[in-house]
């Protein structure tokens, strides 16, 4: 199958072939003319750059009933965790932005990348060096003897050569673009750069996102903590109930002993709950950057506040997930690799020059005698490769075509996780309605239970049961609300926390292509 690349729209190459009509009187002398222009202006070999095409769907499956984004939504804009309303949330957020370990290093990598683009487009100018030396050498001679007919000695000696050398010079060397060869390079320099600032921006997404949902969780906790507190006591009031109703011979000693089962493991759960806390507070410290052993997180009030997440089109996705746009710019990386690894099939036109001075005499060394100077281009190309050039053209090729699937696959891994939150929270906000009925229910069931066993209807044993279905449907409440907001922050972060690929246009350095490479 031959594959056909998106032929070259910014600077295409001349091409003798193109235009076989005889040429007029005059026009042969303005066609050469036209040529010398395109090769010094440059050319750049391979594809220009298309955005590969994506099915997103026209809307989300899982958006029925869903507010539309609008554009003074408040999530998509700003600090998107704003939108819970809890200042200890934001306080933790701020020392994640500026002392988490994961996105320092993702901004390490971006400077990386801003460096390599500016070393490449280095290459676009000339180079110049200047050397100064100063030398002094010497060479020795065999020694000589000198004898007359009788053999006896008239002269010996030996002679030895000095020499002293001073040379300054100045070399300037610029190798023409003729094929776009460092034009390509900085354009894929940049979209690599570009991809560095989409991975920094999804790593501070992907920790605010982590820190969002540790601290819910945590809090959640700390609510069931104070439940299980609450439940202790009144659980500890009914085991001295049982014991002073087993004193004058009302209850059975049964009844004691199920009571204080009931209690003790109660008060197994709320140990188990602290140690769950525990690890929360250490996850939330090494996202905050911080040792564990340093850092605390007292318990608190918690004020739920479930917000409303608006849900734009599937396509907004491609502009509003990092991990989208880094993809994307990979291909576009990629694509103008193709053009490097093309542009090498083309001898390379290097302009070099330099003069100085060189003399052995230093008082003649600034001389006009002493002058040297050297002007003159050089063309190189190599004649056999055995395959060399031809392989790496179908590399740049392969590795495109692997970038571009990569990139489909993750939009459409982007779009099953939008559909997926979107279907979790409807899900759970129906399942909470029907909690909530359930869980009042138990709460009136323990009321009259209650009520019943201090009035001698009932026995404990009926007790006991109401009480651990209803402490169970508290938990079960607390537990689903934090699954709600779990969920309702995944969901955010599935539809990009408020980032938009326009940011990639405003980075410094490397963030806008370079309008040589088109």
Not at 93 to 118: D, G, K, P
Not at 153 to 174: D, E, K, L
Not at 339 to 355: H, I, R
């Amino acid at each position: 199958m031959t594959k056909t690349w998106p032929a070259v729209a910014g600077t295409p190459c001349p091409s003798p072939l193109a235009d076989r009509r005889p040429l007029r009187p005059g026009g042969a002398r303005l066609a050469v003319c036209a040529a010398l222009a395109a090769l010094l202006g440059g050319c750049a070999m391979g594809p220009d750059y298309v955005r590969p095409t994506v099915n997103s769907g026209v809307q989300f499956k899982e958006a029925a009933g869903w507010k539309a984004a609008e554009p003074r939504d408040d999530v998509g804009r700003g600090p998107w965790w704003e939108v819970y309303g809890d200042p200890e949330l934001s306080r933790l957020m701020a020392q994640v932005e500026t002392a988490n370990q994961t996105i320092a290093q993702a901004e390490a990598q971006y400077r990386q990348a801003l460096a390599t683009v500016q070393a490449t487009r280095a290459g676009q100018f000339p180079t110049l060096s200047g050397s100064a030396s100063a030398t002094r050498s010497g060479t020795g001679t065999s020694s000589s003897t000198t004898t007359n007919s009788s053999g006896v000695v008239i002269s010996q000696g030996g002679s030895q050569s000095i020499r002293n050398q001073y040379s300054m010079s100045a070399t300037a060397s610029w190798e023409a673009d003729l094929w776009g060869r460092i034009r390509r390079s900085i354009e894929a320099d940049t979209a690599s750069a570009q991809a560095s600032a989409a991975n920094l921006a999804n790593a501070h997404l992907s920790a605010q996102a982590e820190l969002a949902r540790n601290y819910f969780q945590l809090r959640i906790m700390d609510e069931q903590q104070r439940l299980l507190e609450a439940t202790i006591k009144v659980y500890e009031r009914s085991l001295r109930l049982n014991e002073n109703r087993y004193a004058v011979g009302v209850s059975a000693k049964a009844e004691i002993a199920q009571a204080r089962t009931q209690l003790e493991s109660t008060r197994a759960q709320a140990v188990d709950l602290r140690w769950q806390r525990a690890q929360l507070e250490h996850a939330i410290a090494i996202l905050a950057g911080q040792p564990p052993s340093e850092f605390s997180l007292a318990p608190a009030t918690f004020q739920a506040m479930l917000p409303a997440v608006p849900v734009g089109l599937p396509s907004e996705l491609l502009e509003r997930r990092p991990d989208i746009a880094a993809a994307e710019r990979q291909v576009q990386a990629a694509n103008a690799r193709i053009g490097v690894a093309k542009a090498a099939y083309f001898p390379s036109l290097t302009l070099s020059a330099s003069m100085g001075y060189r003399s052995s005499q230093f008082s003649d060394w600034l001389t006009a005698p002493a002058r040297f100077w050297s002007l003159g281009p050089s063309l190189a190309a190599p004649l056999f490769d055995a395959g060399l050039r031809r392989a790496q053209t179908r590399q740049a090729e392969a590795t495109y075509d692997q970038q571009v699937a990569a990139y489909r696959q993750t939009v459409l891994s982007a779009l099953g996780e939008v559909e997926n939150y979107l279907s979790q929270l409807r899900v759970m906000e129906e399942e909470q309605v029907v909690q909530q009925r359930a869980l009042d229910a138990a709460r009136e069931s323990l009321r009259l239970t209650t009520n019943q066993f201090e009035s001698g209807l009932i026995d404990y044993l009926s007790v006991v049961t109401v009480q651990t279905s209803a402490l169970s449907n508290e938990r079960t409440a607390l537990s689903l609300l934090g699954s709600r907001l779990t969920a309702s922050v995944n969901l955010i972060a599935a539809l990009g926390g408020g980032w938009h690929a326009d940011a990639l246009a405003s980075t410094r350095d490397g963030a806008k292509a370079d309008s040589s490479t088109r």
